[in-house]
């Protein structure tokens, strides 16, 4: 399974766009890259997946460049409620389930 | 709405007392997991079931096992738990699919606190 590094915290403002970066060397060609975010006492939700180029849906846009060992999750104009953890993610299926290797994730505060 | 309900939401016991965790879910789905969250730490892996098969982490410890009495249900048993063992345990669920890659669907989690 491919490892992950994201950055531990980030700090914002509301309103304003929050990228989260993820640097995944060692992708696999049939790797998938997802991103989850985990609120305080929950469990976590899927915001995003993608294999390449730009993916959009209405909470985020994830955008994965042509190497693939990297991405890039855009939040656009993010309000408090979207301080929380932020999991990047990358793997393929195996034999009909999807192992997930959550790494350290990246906690984003966002202050009034 | 289908979903994945964890019951209950925090539990304690006692230091060595058995405790079960249960998971239901509405979203008909095979594959069935289960998770460990410690405190400011990832999720991390404990086991999942692929229909009635169960498949363990290397890593997850004896005391921990879980059963799978339907589609539906799915419980872990601590056989007994250690000071370690507090941490929050999640439950997810995903659909069987053999191509691409899938969504999992994650329960409020039960915080379990040992005495």
């Known amino acids: 399974l491919a490892k992950t590094t994201q950055p531990i915290s980030m700090d914002s403002y509301e309103g304003q766009e929050v990228n989260i970066t993820c640097s995944h060397n060692?992708?696999?060609?049939?790797?998938?890259i997802t991103w989850y975010q985990q609120f305080p006492s929950q469990g976590p939700r899927f915001i995003i997946q993608?294999?390449?180029t730009k993916v959009t849906n209405e909470v985020a846009s994830l955008f994965i460049p042509a190497d693939r060992k990297s991405s890039t999750l855009s939040l656009p104009r993010v309000s408090l409620s979207d301080t929380a953890v932020y999991y990047c993610?990358?793997?393929?299926?195996?034999?009909?389930?999807?192992?997930?290797?959550f790494g350290t994730g990246t906690r984003l505060l966002v202050s009034p | 709405d289908a979903m994945v309900i964890q019951n209950p939401r925090y539990q304690v016991t006692q230091f060595g007392k058995p405790v079960t965790l249960s998971c239901s879910q509405t979203?008909?789905?095979?594959?069935m997991y289960w998770y460990q969250q410690k405190s400011s730490q990832a999720p991390k892996l404990l086991f999942h079931?692929?229909?009635?098969?169960?498949?363990n982490e290397a890593d997850t410890p004896d005391n921990f096992q879980s059963r799978r009495p339907n589609t539906s249900f799915c419980f872990l048993d601590i056989r007994s738990p250690g000071l370690g063992d507090a941490a929050m345990y999640l439950c997810?669920?995903?659909?069987?699919?053999?191509?691409?890659?899938?969504?999992?669907?994650f329960g409020p989690g039960t915080r379990l606190t040992v005495l």
């Open positions: 997810a669920t995903s659909r069987d699919q053999r191509e691409g890659t899938d969504t999992q669907y």
């Open positions: 060692n992708i696999a060609t049939n790797d998938y």
């Open positions: 993608g294999y390449k």
């Open positions: 993610l990358v793997g393929g299926l195996n034999t009909g389930f999807q192992k997930l290797v």
């Open positions: 979203l008909n789905h095979n594959v």
């Open positions: 079931y692929y229909d009635k098969d169960f498949n």
